[in-house]
Nanobody, 124 residues
């Protein structure tokens, strides 16, 4: 089992920055890739960004490309999301996910490991 705990969310203004963190514990050596998703009430989870744990390849949703940066620190079992130039439409609950399954892109499932989320609210 792997446990994930997110932090770093908050209330900010349009144009501000935030850095989300996600710390893993448990059988972290089994993880192949990690990602950030976000969700607003009444909508499904939306892919934000993903990174491969070993080689660090990344991929982003078009809506955040150029504004958000996903990164990792394997020594600290940590995943990060640097969010710059935030917009009101970025407001959501942000979830960290880790998967032992190989793959690329946004293909994560409920069978992967998910955190409890951290709320990001961007005011106008």
């Amino acid at each position: 089992q792997v446990q994930l705990v997110e932090s770093g969310g908050g209330l900010v203004q349009t144009g501000d920055s935030l850095r989300l963190s996600c710390v893993r514990s448990g059988r972290t050596g089994t993880i192949n890739r990690m990602a950030w998703f976000r969700q607003t009430p009444g909508k499904g989870r939306e892919f934000v960004a993903t990174i491969l744990r070993l080689i660090g390849s990344t991929m982003y949703a078009d809506s955040v490309q150029g504004r958000f940066t996903i990164s990792k620190n394997n020594a600290k079992n940590a995943l990060y999301l640097q969010m710059n130039n935030l917009k009101p439409e970025d407001s959501a609950m942000y979830y960290c996910v880790a998967s032992p399954r190989p793959g690329t892109g946004s293909g994560y499932s409920n069978n992967d490991y998910w955190g409890q989320g951290t709320q990001v609210t961007v005011s106008t």
